[in-house]
């Protein structure tokens, strides 16, 4: 059974700092691997979806990496803002399923 | 990225009765939808997978007699709880795909209050 950590679980940091959330994971035999945001009491919106093929991957000021063999996943932000305070969510695809972590809660300080 | 909506946002039922949550994907066709649930400050929970057409697959502990789940289309899929009483209170949420392990897409959930 896959198993997801993702540390650490709770940071703030203030505004203008970069981020760097882990994500870890048991299983490599993983088709893709997804980060998503979630904000309280709303669903998940995705931010990038690496394929297992892939080492990084770049949205804006998010970057993703993947290393598949040794299980980790690391999510960049840089130039944090107020508006990054949410909770990211790292999901693992294999066969189908998606398991996720408990998340990182990030709250941003102006 | 794709939408998927999911409505009602938040509802709020007598002990005893149903509830019917739909998702739907509004820009592409999903092959698979799965459902899931959310404790506070906790992971999402899969509860099942359905597919176009043919039953759910239930996750194991799930009462498939209670959380009855229908995908009548390639862009609908309804859970309906059954007889709701308070411990089924929770956040519910759906997820689309229109392809087997492609991008997953998900509604903004649904927060279920049973008195």
């Known amino acids: 059974k896959q198993e997801v950590t993702q540390i650490p679980a709770a940071l703030s940091v203030p505004e203008g700092e970069n981020l760097v959330l882990n994500c870890s994971f048991t299983?490599?035999?993983?088709?893709?691997l997804q980060w998503f945001r979630q904000d309280p009491g709303k669903g998940l919106t995705s931010l990038l979806l690496?394929?297992?093929?892939?080492r990084e991957q770049t949205s804006g000021r998010l970057n993703a990496s993947l290393d598949k063999s040794s299980g980790r996943s690391t999510l960049y932000i840089a130039a944090s803002q107020p508006g990054d305070s949410a909770t990211y969510l790292c999901?693992?695809?294999?066969?189908?399923?998606?398991?996720f972590g408990k998340g990182n809660q990030v709250v941003v300080i102006p | 990225g794709a939408v998927v909506s999911q409505h009602p946002s938040w509802v709020i039922c007598k002990s005893g009765t149903s509830v019917k949550i739909e998702c739907r994907s509004l820009?592409?066709?999903?092959?698979?939808m799965f459902w899931y649930r959310q404790f506070p400050k906790q992971s999402l929970m899969l509860m099942a997978t359905?597919?176009?057409?043919?039953?759910?697959?239930?996750e194991q502990g799930v009462e498939k007699d209670k959380f009855l789940i229908n995908h009548a289309s390639l862009t609908l899929s309804t859970l309906t709880v059954t007889s709701a009483h308070p411990e089924d209170s929770s956040f519910y949420i759906c997820?689309?795909?229109?392809?087997?392990?492609?991008?997953?897409?998900f509604g903004q959930g649904t927060r279920l209050t049973v008195v």
């Open positions: 997820s689309a795909r229109g392809a087997v392990n492609t991008e997953a897409f």
């Open positions: 299983d490599s035999a993983i088709y893709n």
């Open positions: 690496i394929q297992s093929s892939q």
């Open positions: 999901a693992v695809n294999g066969n189908n399923r998606l398991a």
């Open positions: 820009d592409f066709q999903a092959t698979t």
């Open positions: 359905s597919n176009e057409g043919s039953k759910a697959t239930y």
